[in-house]
């Protein structure tokens, strides 16, 4: 990393889904908002949100969701995209909810859109952070989501205190970070229920992405794959002829879109002050006690003891 995208100003981007399943997941079932539903993942994820605005005290932040679940543009393109997930539980789509409205509450871009997921909205943000001369620091563990990655931004596995930029994408997947579409294009991706080319694995894969570059440089050369050294080449390059449009189709499948529309996005993402009123009003609907709401009003540049009410007890 050069010492000019060392210095540029980081935009943090945030995919909260992998965090809100997360909490969702590993959280006792024991919190309840003021309707007596659930919010063991929406206390997971504040506790996470809170600890990295506490610690990275970013001034440039967005906060992705997902909202195309399945109505998404790649499920156009191939209903059988993500067909294997159950669909969340109202529980858990109230908890989405309230994620987004403490976000919100707390003067932080939210990114959402019916047509496109959080890696598209993460992807666009960064572009458009780029161009006003910032670098990215992408909070997720998603391997979808290094194809971003340019020499200056960073991924962050939160969960994991695990950090990487561009250079480091080959050592933990075995391709270049703008290689990884076309690899997963290739080998296929069980999470989103992309199957890739049959009998092209992951090592197969990596070895044609190191040879030929690009998916489009490997269909157009593929006679040449029998006379690589590596075991199955003769069968990989049939396989390849035959199903050669569908590696197209799922190169679409898995290539981040970086056009989405960012409504409601504050200008350069910047950090805003909070909304008071708002944000009293989430803390008690969730619930929360003095602890918590004492590290929310902090976080949102309030007086905490300007706003707060009798509280209960802290979880």
Known sequence: MSAADAQAAPVYLI?????????WHTMPDEFRDSEGWPTNA????ARFLFDVLERE???HIAVAFDEALDSCFRNRLYPAYKANRDPAPEELKRQFAHCKALCAALGLSVLRHDDY????LIGTALVRARADGHRGIILSADKDLSQLLHIGDEQWDYARNQRWGAHGVK???GVEAHQIADYLALCGDAVDNIPGVPGV???TAAVLLAHFGDL???LRRVDEVPFLRFRGAAQAAAKLREHRDNALLFRQ???IACDAPLDGAHPRFSRLGADADALGAVCETLRFGPMTRRRAYTLGGLEFAAHAPSLPDDF
Request: aromatic share 10%; proline share 3%.
């Open 15 to 23: 995919d909260a889904s992998i965090y809100v399943f997360r909490a």
């Open 171 to 173: 050592a933990r997947h």
């Open 57 to 59: 005290r970013p001034r």
């Open 201 to 203: 694995g992951a090592k």
């Open 42 to 45: 929406v206390q997971g994820f």
């Open 117 to 120: 997921e959080a890696d598209d």
């Open 253 to 255: 499948l898995t290539t």
């Open 216 to 218: 489009d440089s490997l």
